[in-house]
Each structure stands twice: as C-alpha cells, then as structure tokens.
C-alpha cells in the first residue's frame, strides 16, 4: 500500500442539510465518517476504518475533515460516542483533543414473547 493518503471523498448529504457522510476510497472503500450538525452544535454519529487500512492515519483525515466541516459551519463543540474498551478510537479522539465527558450504560430489551 502507498504511504499516500488516499483523497476524502465527499459522498452525498444524507437525509437533510446538517449532515455529512465522506469516505476514503482509492480502488474500494476503506472507511467512513458521518457527521450531523444541529442548532450549533456537532456529533460524530459513526466512524469506521477497514482493519487493513488501519494505522495509516485514514481514521486521523476522517476526523480532521469532520471537525472542519463543523467549524465552517460555525459549531461550537462536537460529542462523538465510543466504546470504554476501544482503545484503539479512545486513542485517535483523546489524541484529536477530545475529552470524555461521562461514562453511559448501554442497555437492552429481547423483545421475544
């Protein structure tokens, strides 16, 4: 694989004005961010790097281009929500500056009989 960073490709606005969707993609698609503004203020609803393409800084691109999105916008913050147990992204967000702001239990109904 090249050391080149792919280009950020601006796929299409999803839903309604205020969100992003943007991947990295060279011959197939190697990651993706989606990012959705609201009255001033921004949220990383997802964000996914193919394991392969992992350590070449295509995660870093992605957050970077989702935070300028953001700012040109005139967001104030931005929250993102991550697994306690994912290093790996807990790594990239603290690295990017973001700080965590509380700790959330996830919680599930089976919906069977």
Same mark, same amino acid.
């Given at each position: $694989?090249?050391?080149? /960073?792919? =280009?950020?490709?601006?796929?299409?606005?999803?839903? #309604?004005?205020?969100?992003? @969707?943007?991947?990295?993609?060279?011959?197939?698609? /190697?990651?993706?961010?989606?990012? $959705?503004?609201?009255?001033?203020?921004?949220? /990383?609803?997802? $964000? !996914?790097?193919?394991?392969?393409?992992?350590? !070449?800084?295509?995660?870093?691109?992605?957050?970077?281009? %989702? /935070?300028? !999105? *953001?700012?040109?916008?005139?967001?104030?913050? @931005? @929250? *993102?929500?991550?697994?306690?147990?994912? =290093? @790996?992204?807990?790594?990239?967000?603290? =690295? %990017?500056?973001?700080? #965590?702001?509380? =700790? #959330?239990?996830? $919680?599930?109904?089976?919906?069977? #009989?």
């Amino acid at each position: $694989m090249s050391e080149e /960073i792919a =280009k950020l490709t601006l796929l299409v606005p999803l839903f #309604e004005e205020g969100r992003l @969707v943007c991947s990295v993609e060279e011959a197939a698609s /190697i990651g993706h961010v989606v990012v $959705m503004e609201v009255d001033g203020h921004g949220e /990383i609803c997802d $964000m !996914w790097v193919k394991p392969e393409y992992r350590g !070449w800084h295509y995660g870093s691109r992605l957050l970077e281009t %989702a /935070i300028q !999105w *953001l700012r040109d916008r005139g967001c104030e913050d @931005v @929250v *993102l929500h991550v697994e306690t147990d994912n =290093k @790996v992204a807990l790594h990239l967000y603290r =690295k %990017a500056g973001f700080t #965590e702001t509380r =700790k #959330e239990y996830h $919680m599930r109904r089976l919906l069977g #009989e």
